[in-house]
């Protein structure tokens, strides 16, 4: 699996909105996007185009932004050229209660290239799923035609859509028994928690729906479940002195992507075998 160019371990900023954001609520959340000449570090040869030029750039093709964030630095003079991610939909990529999203990872202080992958977001629950391995990503270094070569891997993501959009209809077809929903819930448990650690929650809370347009026994409302109760936490437990515990939201971004990514994969492997 293709890791994520950026590490966001923490994040200093972020804003999403059900409508495009402007320059001002980006700013307002990710001032680094807007950063008007790369690191002292960078060299001559370090070909300097702003993500704010590049965010234009994709609105002119008709892609908008709707999240943006930023990492922490803690390192004196990097806050604004610190890595960033934002998240662009194309009108023709909505489709009923998702939408298919283009994720654009970018830094300016010479830590991350422009990265790009396939996302997917749904209404239901404001939550942004990301792609796995199986859907490419696309990455741009700082040289030559920045901007043409990232414009051009937005519309490489976008051809990718067609398998996304497959394998969310594969999914949705494939009913799946209780044991199977919890065995695929314990298979992601062990992609979130170290085994040799503490597992602070059973299997089957995972599985646990928190609205009812997420019940279902289908392979893609068991995926939806299990996702949404890793990412968002919440859940109670037991830590590993045997005292009550609440589950904690993963707002790491690289641990994010990570596991989005391989949940992915671990739903289109199901899938495959249940076919």
Not at 19 to 40: C, R
Not at 42 to 60: F, K, W
Not at 234 to 254: A, C, D, H, K
Request: charged share 20%; glycine share 8%; net charge neutral.
């Amino acid at each position: 699996m293709a890791k994520l160019a950026a590490s966001f371990k923490t994040i200093s900023g972020l804003v999403r909105s059900g409508s495009p954001l402007s320059d001002d609520q980006i700013f307002n959340a990710a001032p680094s996007v807007f950063a008007d000449a790369p690191h002292t570090s960078r060299s001559a040869r370090y070909a300097y185009i702003p993500t704010c030029d590049v965010v234009n750039g994709l609105r002119t093709e008709g892609f908008q932004p709707f999240m943006a964030c930023q990492a922490r630095s803690r390192i004196e003079g990097k806050a604004d050229f610190t890595k960033h991610m934002l998240r662009f939909r194309h009108q023709s990529q909505i489709n009923g209660d998702t939408a298919n999203e283009i994720i654009l990872v970018n830094s300016h202080d010479g830590t991350s290239s422009y990265q790009m992958l396939a996302g997917c977001f749904r209404f239901v629950c404001h939550n942004g799923l990301i792609c796995g391995s199986e859907v490419e990503d696309f990455r741009v270094r700082h040289s030559g035609d920045v901007l043409s070569n990232v414009i051009e891997g937005a519309y490489r993501i976008v051809d990718e859509f067609e398998q996304v959009d497959s394998t969310k209809d594969l999914m949705q077809s494939v009913i799946l028994s209780d044991e199977q929903q919890n065995a695929f819930a314990n298979a992601a448990l062990l992609l979130r928690y170290d085994p040799d650690e503490n597992v602070p929650i059973a299997a089957h809370k995972l599985n646990t729906a928190r609205r009812s347009g997420d019940r279902g026994a289908d392979l893609w409302h068991t995926f939806n479940r299990v996702q949404e109760n890793i990412i968002q936490g919440g859940l109670r437990g037991i830590n590993r002195n045997g005292g009550r515990m609440s589950t904690r939201q993963v707002t790491g971004v690289s641990e994010n992507v990570r596991l989005n990514r391989a949940l992915w994969s671990l739903g289109v492997e199901m899938a495959r075998l249940a076919a």
